[in-house]
Nanobody, 125 residues
Framework: QVQLVESGERSVQTGGSLRLSCAVSGSTYAVRCMGWFRQTPGKERVGVAIIGTDGNTRYANSMKGRISISQDTAKNTVYLQIDNVKPEDTATYSC???????????????????WGQGTQVTVSP
């Protein structure tokens, strides 16, 4: 089993930046790809960014240029930074882990079997 716990800013003003952290514990050796996803009420969960054990990353086209995913393997922590945040970035953000490679899992939520509890982020005007 893999446990994921998100933390970070929950409220930020438009134009600012936010950084979320995801602490990974448990059977971390099984994890091959980590991802950040977000969901708003009434909409499906969508992938934002992923990072593999090799450090390769992939981002949602809609957010390229504003987001960055990184990892600190010594701390078993994955980070998501969003710059120039917009009100439409308001969502519940969750980190997730896949036992498949990122080239397989990509940004598809169904390919991730371990999930954090999610953290609500609100962007104010």
């Amino acid at each position: 089993q893999v446990q994921l716990v998100e933390s970070g800013e929950r409220s930020v003003q438009t134009g600012g930046s936010l950084r979320l952290s995801c602490a990974v514990s448990g059977s971390t050796y099984a994890v091959r790809c980590m991802g950040w996803f977000r969901q708003t009420p009434g909409k499906e969960r969508v992938g934002v960014a992923i990072i593999g054990t090799d450090g390769n990353t992939r981002y949602a086209n809609s957010m390229k240029g504003r987001i960055s995913i990184s990892q600190d393997t010594a701390k078993n922590t994955v980070y998501l930074q969003i710059d120039n945040v917009k009100p439409e970035d308001t969502a519940t953000y969750s980190c997730a882990a896949s036992t498949r490679s990122c080239s397989w899992a990509e940004l598809m939520p169904a390919e991730y079997i371990y999930w954090g509890q999610g953290t609500q982020v609100t962007v104010s005007p």
